[in-house]
């Protein structure tokens, strides 16, 4: 069964990976409207107003962040097809599977955070050299920011993407690199538009106080990132890791304020925190990439009393076998979508009554750390990423409902067995 989506997806015609190549440049350009990539945009968009009337620097920073979009998603997707034909059991977002990842991404928006609040400026902070290279190439800050915005949005391409991402598994190297590239540049058509349309600039407000103001504003968004991180890697690795997270993350930021001090103190104060620093890290960091024990055991023994049940290849079978209809999500807790339809339409009240009339086994497949079995599954589907929500029935062909889901939808599905 999972080879039969790459071998149905190879047989494709010209034609239809044409229309894929333009879903995914659709998908990427309304990427822009997902709250994971707002904090990147306004950056952007107040670096643009910062160099108004000035026509090849516009130019320049557009195509530096087209760079740094398209070629990072191209390394995503080639590490992802990479890594698959070596045998691993990888799918898109795999990079926030790892509790590492995460941590380092709630590092990177708090450091982003506190500079954009006021409370250091690289140039205080930093070395005179790298301050120096800052200034010399700040094209380098724009490709920066094309990278930035792809590791944090890919987690959103789901619902654009899914089915699209799905089919690039299957088909060759080439051209599923192709569909990558095309869904980057859709990510950042709309700033490298502003760059060379000079009409689309003239839209901005000219430099003035309002971007001070507007610089302190889009910390909060920053944190409020981290904030999500945290929670995910809570998910992850339990109470315990977030809270081993949260304590590094205050010390990072006394790091950072020890650094903008000037003289002796600054040297005394920072060497004492880098050194506080390093010692919680070796003593407790390890709670960051721990796997707690009570989702191990949630895994293999199943609450009766609980309306869903984790998923497992065999309880599917159990259940096919019994004559029993199963609905399962495929889910993470990296995937803003997922959240938005678990607290939504999945837990409706008219959605679950239909649920319980056709007495429908609801399973829940949670992808938030690598998991291969469910990886397989996902590929069987045809499907790289979540969210995806299938309803099988024993005798039927297994029924895929659309990533953004409705109560209609899911309603009349249900009626349908």
């Given at each position: 069964q999972a080879a039969a989506p790459a071998a149905a997806a190879q047989a494709q015609p010209a034609g239809t990976f044409m229309v894929a190549l333009l879903g995914a440049l659709l998908g990427g350009l309304l990427l822009n409207l997902m709250p994971c990539v707002f904090p990147i945009l306004a950056i952007k968009v107040l670096g643009f107003a910062r160099q108004a009337g000035?026509?090849?620097?516009?130019?320049?920073?557009?195509?530096?962040y087209t760079g740094g979009v398209m070629l990072s998603f191209l390394a995503l997707g080639g590490a992802m097809l990479a890594l698959r034909a070596a045998g691993a059991q990888l799918g898109w977002g795999f990079q926030l599977q790892s509790p590492g990842v995460v941590a380092a991404l709630a590092a990177l928006f708090t450091l982003l955070g506190l500079n954009l609040a006021g409370v250091f400026e690289f140039g205080r902070a930093a070395p005179q050299s790298v301050c120096s290279a800052q200034a010399k190439h700040p094209l380098a800050n724009d490709f920066l920011s094309g990278v930035l915005a792809v590791v944090i949005a890919s987690p959103c391409t789901a619902p654009f993407m899914g089915a699209s991402l799905g089919f690039a598994i299957g088909l060759p190297a080439a051209q599923a690199l192709l569909l990558f590239a095309a869904l980057g540049l859709g990510l950042a058509l709309p700033y490298?538009?502003?760059?060379f349309v000079p009409a689309v600039a003239r839209l901005l407000p000219k430099p003035g106080p309002w971007m001070h103001t507007l610089r302190r504003l889009l910390?909060?968004?920053m944190f409020a990132t981290v904030a999500w991180l945290v929670w995910v890697l809570g998910q992850q690795s339990g109470i315990d890791g977030a809270g081993t997270l949260l304590a590094l993350l205050v010390c990072l930021a006394a790091v950072v304020w020890a650094l903008t001090l000037t003289g002796r103190t600054r040297v005394v104060i920072a060497t004492l925190m880098i050194a506080f620093t390093a010692v919680l890290a070796g003593t407790i960091g390890r709670n960051i990439v721990q796997v707690p024990e009570p989702t191990a055991k949630l895994a293999s023994a199943p609450n009766d009393g609980e309306r869903w049940q984790p998923w497992s290849a065999q309880r599917v079978s159990d259940m096919a076998a019994a004559g029993r209809p199963v609905f399962i999500d495929f889910t993470a807790a990296w995937c803003v979508t997922c959240q938005y339809n678990k607290k939504s339409t999945l837990a409706d009240a008219e959605v679950l009554a239909d649920f319980d009339t056709k007495q429908v086994a609801m399973l829940r497949a949670d992808w938030t750390r690598r998991d291969p079995a469910i990886t397989a599954a996902l590929t069987a589907l045809?499907?790289?990423?979540?969210?995806?929500?299938?309803?099988?029935?024993?005798?039927?062909?297994?029924?895929?409902?659309?990533?953004?889901l409705s109560k209609d939808e899911v309603r009349a599905a249900l009626a349908a067995l």
């Open positions: 000035n026509a090849s620097a516009h130019r320049k920073a557009g195509l530096a490298l538009v502003a760059g910390a909060f968004p045809g499907r790289s990423g979540v969210p995806v929500y299938v309803l099988q029935a024993p005798g039927k062909a297994p029924v895929v409902l659309t990533e953004i």
